[in-house]
Nanobody, 120 residues
Framework: QVQLVETGGGLVQSGGSLRLSCAASGSILSHYAVGWYRQVPGKQRELVARISVIGDTNYADSESGRFAASRDNIKNMVFLQMNSLQPEDTAVYYC??????????????WGQGTQVTVSS
């Protein structure tokens, strides 16, 4: 079973930036699209960004222009650069494998996620 590991979260002031990383066991990440999700306690997990195998990206409207997904298929890693962070971005962020960039349903079990906290 694929194990996903998200890192890079932390506490940042409003307007700050963070870069999240997603790694997985084996080389599976380099063969699939990847989605970045976030979840606030008591709310459903929401998809905020997607990146295809070749690097095409898609973002939720509220994150377009502030978030940028990228990937390094040689290192089998996917990244989410988050700029101009706001308190409402506070959440646990997860990555997961998608069949294609057009899909939203995750294919693997969820990892632990990484906490992002934005202070005002």
């Amino acid at each position: 079973q694929v194990q996903l590991v998200e890192t890079g979260g932390g506490l940042v002031q409003s307007g700050g930036s963070l870069r999240l990383s997603c790694a997985a066991s084996g080389s599976i990440l380099s063969h699939y699209a990847v989605g970045w999700y976030r979840q606030v306690p008591g709310k459903q997990r929401e998809l905020v960004a997607r990146i295809s195998v070749i690097g095409d990206t898609n973002y939720a409207d509220s994150e377009s222009g502030r978030f940028a997904a990228s990937r390094d298929n040689i290192k089998n890693m996917v990244f989410l650069q988050m700029n101009s962070l706001q308190p409402e971005d506070t959440a646990v962020y997860y990555c997961n494998i998608l069949r294609t960039i057009l899909d939203t349903a995750p294919m693997a079990y969820w990892g632990q996620g990484t906490q992002v906290t934005v202070s005002s």
